[in-house]
């Protein structure tokens, strides 16, 4: 097994070391990665004797995650507590203007910046950067870093831990799984992940509003005359009409992506009205982060997304004759 000392850049475990009053943020739209490093890293941050702020704007976290918030125990730190930290540790965060946290970074203005994330198109935007694109998730790389702060991993880190691991692999099911990423995962159960339940509710626990969004996204799927480009949509009517928000759209991309022979799938949503979120896929081998790239988007070779203003329609329009150029091109 790689040695955790040797993984983790020395600089990276000498700011938190340094640090008294540590800010934890991640991204906007949080996802169970992003809430597991920020859970796990509070804990661990607890355990070394650190002062952790939370930053967390109300309305953030949708249901099926709020066990996620529950399990680390935090409540979102104020404007003041935050403003007062002397380390931010941005994680899961690709740029700058996607950190969750009202007033951005400027909001703390004596704080170093500290960026720990798995996205390959980050900006290296802190003062400190970890980033690794070939990770599974950034809680593989949190796991690393408190191991390597000598941080006991509790049950509850563990599975905060797990749950972001097995949400960014699809339960270890995609490209990005890696040997690495398996050991960890054996670890973390080792450390008492509470694999059932975390699975249970990460795949297998939608209300009514969510399942009837889930039908509207079966409902308008669409696959391109050759099969390789699969896109479905959901306006803000519709969005809303099933009792969700914007922060319940993200995984019912999969829908799209499970079609047999995709190449390229993609989710329109409008949580927001006027504001289109893409949510892109590739699959078998695609990488997509360069189609998300033409529309000021970011993330993952395999896994990107993108916000455009306009209609839906017209939106779709733009974007699925550029991913058919872009399949195209590069099969």
Request: proline share 3%; net charge negative; glycine share 10%.
């Amino acid at each position: 097994m790689t040695s955790t000392q040797n993984v983790v850049p020395s600089e990276v475990c000498d700011a938190i070391r340094a640090a008294t009053k540590v800010a934890l943020m991640g991204h906007v739209t949080p996802d169970a990665d992003c809430l597991g490093v920020i859970g796990a890293m509070k804990l661990g941050l607890e355990q070394l004797g650190k002062q952790p702020v939370c930053a967390m704007p109300a309305g953030s976290v949708n249901r099926k995650l709020q066990f996620m918030v529950a399990l680390a125990d935090f409540t979102p730190g104020t404007a003041e507590q935050l403003a007062a930290c002397d380390l931010a540790v941005a994680m899961d965060t690709a740029k700058e203007k996607r950190v969750n946290v009202d007033g951005k970074l400027e909001a703390l203005p004596d704080a170093k910046v500290l960026n720990i994330d798995h996205h390959a198109s980050n900006t290296q935007y802190g003062a400190v950067n970890w980033v690794e694109g070939t990770r599974s998730s950034s809680c593989e790389m949190v796991y690393e870093v408190l191991r390597a702060l000598d941080v006991e991993i509790t049950p509850a880190i563990a599975t905060l831990l797990y749950a972001g691991i097995h949400n960014d692999t699809q339960g270890f099911s995609l490209s990005n799984t890696t040997g690495r990423s398996l050991q960890v995962g054996h670890e973390l159960i080792e450390a008492g992940a509470a694999v059932e339940d975390t699975c249970e509710r990460l795949n297998r626990s939608y209300n009514q509003p969510e399942f009837q969004l889930l039908k509207t996204v079966y409902a308008n799927t669409r696959v391109s005359d050759d099969g390789r480009l699969g896109w479905s949509t959901c306006n803000h009517q519709e969005i809303h009409g099933a009792g969700c928000t914007a922060e319940d759209i993200d995984d019912q991309v999969e829908i799209v992506r499970s079609i047999e022979g995709v190449r390229v799938a993609i989710l329109f949503s409008e949580g927001n009205p006027g504001k289109i979120r893409m949510n892109f896929r590739g699959e078998r081998g695609l990488p997509i982060l360069e189609l998300a790239q033409q529309f000021g988007g970011g993330g993952h070779n395999m896994a990107a997304g993108a916000i455009l203003d306009g209609t839906v329609a017209d939106v779709v329009g733009k974007v699925t004759a550029a991913a058919a150029a872009y399949i195209a091109q590069k099969t």
